[in-house]
């Protein structure tokens, strides 16, 4: 049995007080138990929100950090894009001046490149018609 000890008329019993032997009525107002039920369970839901808050905290530092890393690669890819679009401009003005170059040593300095064409060779058959050209 739960230890009882006697305080002038009130017995306590599993640190709970009680009046008398007879009737057994707690000196605990109801009203004070249900205050003492509303604070552990606020106290439980302001734990459960900072547990919350906490791991939303890590979440949106690992998010900044993931931006970060994504807008230093994109960073690096316009940096490429601008390479490969300088040297593409270079190579492109390097085979124009190429281009210049051939048709002046095939075609001569005198000639347009309509009037340079060697002419066509002469076809054995027709595939259509299947008659000597």
């Known amino acids: 049995?739960?230890?009882?000890?006697?305080l002038g008329g009130a017995t306590q019993i599993l640190g709970v007080m009680y009046r008398g032997k007879k009737s057994d009525e707690p000196l605990i107002d109801e009203k004070e138990i249900g205050l003492r039920k509303e604070l552990n369970a606020s106290l439980a839901a302001r734990k459960s929100l900072e547990m919350?808050?906490?791991?939303?905290?890590?979440?949106?530092?690992?998010?900044?950090?993931?931006?970060?890393?994504?807008?230093?690669e994109l960073s690096g890819m316009e940096e490429l894009i601008n390479d490969l679009?300088?040297?593409?401009?270079?190579?492109?003005?390097?085979?124009q001046t190429c281009a210049e170059e051939h048709k002046e040593k095939k075609c001569g300095k005198g000639e347009t490149a309509r009037e340079c064409r060697p002419p066509r060779a002469k076809q054995g058959t027709s595939r259509a018609t299947g008659q000597v050209a």
């Open 1 to 6: 049995m739960a230890p009882r000890r006697s």
């Open 52 to 72: 919350l808050y906490s791991s939303l905290g890590k979440e949106k530092e690992i998010m900044a950090s993931e931006l970060s890393r994504k807008v230093q």
């Open 85 to 95: 679009k300088a040297q593409n401009e270079m190579l492109r003005a390097k085979v």
